[in-house]
């Protein structure tokens, strides 16, 4: 490999490689410390009524892989070059954050949302899902429901969503009746991902309004009263109008291995925010898998996983467009949230150890580089992980970049049939 491809990928690296041991060649999960039989006595609380719904060093690199590999799993080569076998091509979805640019606004910003999700509907993108993040200066995607909203009505195929809302932020019956909503109006295209955090700093979630207090247990019972206004009979004697009978498929989001529990108690499908808090990722799939209870609503389980994203026709171009994520995210870890910045030359070059510990550990689900590396790089993700789906992210600055780097990925499995369901 070229030293210009070395530079330019940075697939599991760092602190992936200590998330877990590995034994006869199959991974296994680091010894899990939390306690279980308390969220499980939770989830019990009543019956959740659902909607229907080994490392080998090679040369001096680590080669990462999860389970054996049967007759059929090599990865096939032509031409020379290595190429993805089937099994290794799923289906890819969109997150965006609604970015506001440096210099722009947030109307602009749901512009250039609108125009990336007609263009990934197109492109044959699954689901285009928007977050829930608040007090954020370069993220307008804040009244989540409302903009999915506005880029289900733009659109006319593609699955649009939350991913996720932040369930600590809100009633139960509030969502049920905001999705509710929506999926009268765009039916069978709605997705509704849950995730725990507040998504904002503690002043900014006090502001919302919601108790502050953590208790493991209140998110379980939150999801288990959200899913029973979706369900056909509710068992609360308060109805979501609209809402009731709607059956709004229901995900689970985490960035730990709490979520990964609760999305298998619960047998719903499970996205891992491994495209910025990739340490527990394996450990998580490993969790949920293991862990996982069939339901009405899932009968197998299906893991989503973030990945980063930043594809041009050069290398070179592809490590300048990815610089303005780099900033971003070293404000916003440095306690300086900003709009997204322009793009800088060298800025990597820049910094010192503690912000580039912080890149490594963000971008170690990441590709950046040629058609070809984010190709073999999305290919070697799913192998290395069994993603059922990938969720692709691309904060760049100029938006007809993003859109190439969003059509780079998406040609990455041309060919393979974007239709499964679940």
């Not at 099994?87 to 954050?97: E, K």
């Amino acid at each position: 490999m070229s030293d210009a491809r070395q530079h330019g990928r940075r697939l599991l690296r760092g602190p992936l490689h200590r998330t877990g041991t590995v034994q006869r060649g199959r991974w296994k999960a680091p010894a899990l410390r939390c306690v279980r039989t308390r969220l499980f006595r939770v989830i019990n609380i009543f019956t959740l009524v659902q909607p229907s719904m080994r490392a080998e060093h090679r040369g001096g690199k680590i080669d990462w892989r999860i389970g054996t590999r049967g007759p059929g799993d090599q990865i096939q080569v032509e031409n020379g070059r290595r190429r993805p076998h089937p099994r290794f091509m799923v289906p890819l979805s969109i997150l965006d954050l609604s970015p506001i640019t440096q210099g722009s606004d947030a109307a602009h910003s749901f512009r250039n949302t609108l125009d990336l999700a007609r263009h990934a509907e197109r492109w044959g993108y699954r689901r285009f899902w928007l977050a829930e993040h608040h007090g954020m200066p370069g993220i307008a995607s804040a009244a989540t429901s409302v903009l999915i909203g506005y880029v289900a009505g733009g659109t006319s195929t593609i699955r649009v969503g939350a991913g996720g809302i932040m369930l600590p932020n809100h009633s139960p019956l509030t969502i049920a009746e905001q999705f509710g909503t929506l999926e009268s109006l765009y039916p069978g295209r709605i997705d509704l991902g849950l995730g725990r955090a507040p998504g904002s700093d503690q002043r900014t979630a006090q502001a919302l309004r919601r108790n502050l207090a953590s208790d493991p247990d209140a998110f379980p019972r939150d999801v288990q009263e959200l899913a029973d206004y979706f369900s056909d009979s509710p068992r609360q004697p308060v109805r979501a109008v609209p809402g009731t009978g709607l059956n709004v498929p229901l995900w689970i989001l985490g960035s730990s291995l709490f979520g990964a529990q609760v999305a298998a108690a619960f047998g719903l499908p499970y996205a891992f925010a491994s495209h910025f808090a990739p340490a527990q990722m394996m450990a998580a799939i490993e969790l949920y898998r293991s862990e996982f209870r069939p339901s009405r609503a899932l009968a197998k389980p299906h893991v989503m996983l973030g990945f980063n994203v930043f594809g041009a026709d050069s290398l070179t171009e592809a490590k300048f467009r990815a610089t303005s994520m780099q900033q971003a995210f070293v404000n916003l870890r440095s306690d300086r949230p900003s709009q997204l910045p322009p793009p800088v030359e060298g800025y990597t070059e820049r910094l010192g150890p503690q912000e580039r510990a912080i890149l490594d550990q963000v971008l170690s689900c990441a590709s950046i580089g040629t058609p070809e590396m984010v190709r073999t790089d999305l290919c070697n993700f799913v192998e290395q992980t069994g993603a059922d789906e990938l969720m692709i992210t691309s904060q760049i600055f100029d938006h007809a970049a993003r859109l190439h780097s969003f059509e780079i990925a998406a040609t990455a499995f041309t060919g393979v049939p974007l239709n499964r369901t679940v």
